[in-house]
């Protein structure tokens, strides 16, 4: 089956870094369009950054110029740099699998605050 699966969350300062994985199984990686979403408590969950299989990116306004999302078709892997880090990238962040249907990995809590 389907298996998509974060990594790399936890609790960061102000202006720090992270950098998230999602290892997937179960799909042909190079067909999918690989994203990243994040949900913030009381709020709905939006787009972060996407790479479609020709490489091409897009990114939320909120982002731009200080994540970079990445794949590794050869490893199954999807990343996502995360630099410059504020309190209102505070969410839990989703990876996501879409070719067609759409997978959705477990999600893992990035949390920034001093």
């Known amino acids: 089956q389907v298996q998509l699966v974060e990594s790399g969350g936890g609790l960061v300062q102000p202006g720090g870094s992270l950098r998230l994985s999602c290892a997937a199984s179960g799909i042909i990686f190079r067909f999918f369009t690989m994203a990243w979403y994040r949900q913030a408590p009381g709020k709905q969950r939006d787009l972060v950054a996407a790479?479609?299989?020709?490489?091409?990116?897009n990114y939320a306004d909120s982002v731009k110029g200080r994540f970079t999302v990445s794949r590794d078709n050869a490893k199954n892997t999807v990343y996502l740099q995360m630099n410059s880090l504020k309190p209102e990238d505070t969410a839990v962040y989703y990876c996501?699998?879409?070719?067609?249907?759409?997978?959705w990995g477990q999600g893992t809590q990035v949390t920034v605050s001093s």
């Open positions: 996501s699998a879409c070719w067609g249907s759409t997978y």
């Open positions: 790479v479609a299989p020709d490489g091409n990116t």
